[in-house]
């Protein structure tokens, strides 16, 4: 697990509220570097917060993703280990709660583009959720929950931060044991993820998301 972490200077015995920041890149590119910033600031307005990496690629097709020429079960399995890394961060951060200092009853995730994906995907959907979309993930490629670390650490997600496009392969996914408040700082024209429902990078062959102005109706149902 790689991550850059920051928290207030000041010496203190007050638990912090944690957040985890994903940053974006297409499931491609991108960097826990990115997110520093954004970490920095959380740290001076009173934060714990910790930028990481995450794995990356899938099968795109020799191409630009956006070209419409890849494969589809790639990119899902993508999200798929992102997930994994993000759950094991989690796991870790609260595994060492008071090293860092962290209140584990707040803690927060912050999504970018596909961070967002992540994210989403962290907090609302479960290993049988995964396999409902892909039969036979976990045999292929591990648990959701024991992946990229050993550590059996519950967490929580109280809320989750969104910026530069969201996306969830199910409304479904949401129900009244695990909805969590969610901000959205979204464009309804973004060209890789829908405001409404329509398919990844607008490739009608890669998988259906539901945007922003879906999800926000049915966080606000609950």
Not at 39 to 60: C, E, H, K, P, V
Not at 170 to 196: C, E, T
Request: hydrophobic fraction near 40%; aromatic fraction near 14%; glycine fraction near 8%.
């Amino acid at each position: 697990l790689q991550y850059f972490f920051t928290a207030p200077n000041e010496k203190s015995n007050t638990k912090r509220p944690f957040v985890l920041l994903i940053h974006g890149g297409g499931f491609l590119a991108g960097s826990y570097k990115s997110s520093m910033a954004p970490a920095m600031l959380f740290a001076q307005r009173g934060y714990a917060a910790a930028s990481i990496d995450y794995r990356l690629g899938w099968n795109t097709g020799g191409s630009n993703p956006g070209s419409c020429k890849g494969d589809t079960i790639s990119m899902y399995k993508a999200v798929y280990r992102a997930t994994q890394d993000a759950r094991a961060a989690l796991r870790y951060f609260v595994a060492n709660a008071e090293q860092f200092g962290i209140d584990t009853r707040q803690i927060y995730i912050f999504g970018s583009s596909a961070g967002n994906i992540t994210a989403a995907a962290v907090t609302f959907m479960t290993q049988q959720d995964f396999d409902t979309k892909l039969r036979g993930i976990e045999n292929s490629l591990g648990s959701l929950y024991t992946a990229s670390n050993t550590l059996r650490t519950d967490f929580h997600i109280k809320a989750l931060l969104t910026v530069t496009g969201f996306g969830m392969v199910s409304k479904s996914f949401i129900n009244s044991n695990n909805v969590v408040p969610v901000f959205f700082m979204v464009r309804a024209n973004d060209p890789v993820l829908p405001y409404g429902h329509e398919p990844a990078f607008k490739c009608k062959n890669y998988f259906l998301l539901y945007g922003a102005s879906e999800i926000k109706n049915v966080i606000k149902s609950y």
